[in-house]
């Protein structure tokens, strides 16, 4: 079993939809990551966060330590959005927190 | 520089040649990494430097990958006698110390015939 799994692999919108991505780790972390990789492979980090919401524009993500599960939430969706989005944690592994563990990543396609 | 940057951004090699990847981190960045995302997969791990030293290079998959950094700036990750699995897009990131946020490069993209 993965470290940190990502659900749905794949998720295709309409323009306009909420989006919602998940994100579910197995091991203590420090704090945890979204990523966005568009087509040409740049890899552009969207939120860092170790509890709670943190909001930017149209992205908001939610974390819960407790349950060791984050969300990242696209509303008003648009075609631009379209990317992979990845969810990584900074592992606590021997007292050092600066491994990152990545997902799979989650395909998202938003059709006009 | 603005942004961690990687050279070069395409290489097609042939089995058996050795290539070398570049990446200049964020200046004052002290942690470094590289990854690997072969077809389909997610990034794999390779190996984490903390200035000039490689505390962890438990991701690197086999001998003929190493990966040296010199003046906690710019490092270098070397493949000898590439084989076709080693074709992947190679990552590079740098963040400061402790829990911070991660910019990465824009990614080599390696093809060996």
Known sequence: ?112 | GAGVSQSPSNKVTEKGKDVELRCDPISGHTALYWYRQSLGQGLEFLIYFQGNSAPDKSGLPSDRFSAERTGGSVSTLTIQRTQQEDSAVYLCASRTQGNTEAFFGQGTRLTVV
């Open chain 1, 1 to 112: 079993k993965n470290e940190v799994e990502q659900s749905p692999q794949n998720l295709t919108a309409q323009e306009g939809e909420f989006i919602t991505i998940n994100c579910s780790y197995s091991v203590g972390i420090s704090a945890l990551h979204w990523l966005q990789q568009h087509p040409g492979g740049g890899i552009v980090s969207l939120f860092m966060l170790s509890s709670g919401k943190k909001k930017h524009g149209r992205l908001i993500a939610t974390i819960n330590i407790q349950e060791k599960h984050s969300s990242l939430h696209i509303t008003a969706s648009h075609p631009r959005d379209s990317a992979v989005y990845i969810c990584a944690v900074n592992t606590n592994s021997g007292g050092s927190n600066y491994k990152l563990t990545f997902g799979k990543g989650t395909l998202l396609t938003v059709n006009p």
